[in-house]
């Protein structure tokens, strides 16, 4: 084990909590889904994202939007969990056998956390997974609605990607949407994305653990600017060597690294 892992398991041992682990794209990237701002050849981030995932475009393109999504959710639900995933299941059910407050955020919509069995888990971007209704109050709609993916019938849309044939709402008949944070939307605006839950681990943590993350979201800002007032350990595990002032990089991959960390705690 690298010297930064080994003081990551140290700390780890030191700390009666809370711990708090917030992922990003990197830990799914060795489960084939492509990051949005990394280096890897099929980043997202590469296309013009901002524009694609936003709210107004929706509302002016609601068939482009579906069509985007779809695209991309086709490389998403067909994934499986990598050994970081696992590894982090790991990590929460040793904390518990400690009696040590655990909570997993992540940035991701790939649910792949769940699927490897996480628990104390904040999908604070919502899920791929989920669709709702676009028009705010309805029953399947925010701030506290939505319908499982599954259960809306998409052949139709994807036989004749038009405005016609955009998916709706079974309650209201109004265009269903992702279940996701858009970029001209906020934190606060489904109560699925468990905000206040995020802030109050944010405030209580006693280490953070960053995975696979670009730090370009507003989670990410919060999370690392509040630990550093509050003097708590900060660890950033990325392949990528990106240095962070105040945070101590283990510069390997998380499907590597995560599995090892879990070993030296068991």
């Known amino acids: 084990m690298k010297a930064p892992l080994h003081r990551l398991a140290g700390a780890l041992q030191a700390t009666k909590g809370p ?9 799914s990237l060795a489960s084939g889904i492509p990051t949005f701002r990394g280096a890897d050849a099929g980043a997202v981030w590469k296309r013009d994202i901002t524009e694609l995932g936003t709210m107004r475009y929706f509302c002016e393109e609601p068939e482009g939007s579906w069509s985007w999504y779809l695209a991309r959710f086709d490389k998403v639900i067909g994934a499986a969990p990598n050994p970081g ?12 056998r400690r009696a040590t407050r655990f909570l997993l955020v992540t940035q991701n919509i790939d649910g792949l956390h769940r699927d490897a069995g996480a628990k104390a888990l904040v999908e604070v971007h919502g899920s791929a997974h989920r669709v709702r209704c676009a028009t ?6 925010a701030p506290r609605g939505w319908l499982e993916r599954a259960s809306v019938d998409l052949d ?3 036989a004749n990607p038009t405005r016609e044939a955009v998916p709706r709402c079974p309650s209201c008949g109004s265009f269903l949407r ?5 970029f001209d939307e906020y934190y606060q605006s489904h109560e699925d994305y468990q905000w206040n839950r995020v802030m109050e681990a944010v405030a209580d943590c006693e280490l953070l653990l960053f995975v696979g993350t670009s730090f370009s979201v507003g989670v990410t800002d919060h999370a690392l600017s509040e630990a550093r007032g509050r003097g708590v350990p900060v660890f950033n595990l990325d392949p990528s060597g990106q240095a962070i002032r105040g ?19 068991s």
């Open 136 to 141: 705010v109050g309805c029953e399947h709609g």
């Open 85 to 96: 995933h696992v590894a982090l299941v790991e990590l929460e059910r040793w904390c518990e």
């Open 19 to 27: 711990v708090l682990v917030i992922t990003g794209a990197g830990i």
């Open 247 to 265: 945070v101590e990089l283990i510069a390997e991959p998380s499907e590597v690294a995560l599995p090892e960390l879990a070993a030296a705690l």
């Open 178 to 182: 992702q279940h996701v944070l858009w």
């Open 156 to 158: 139709a849309f994807r």
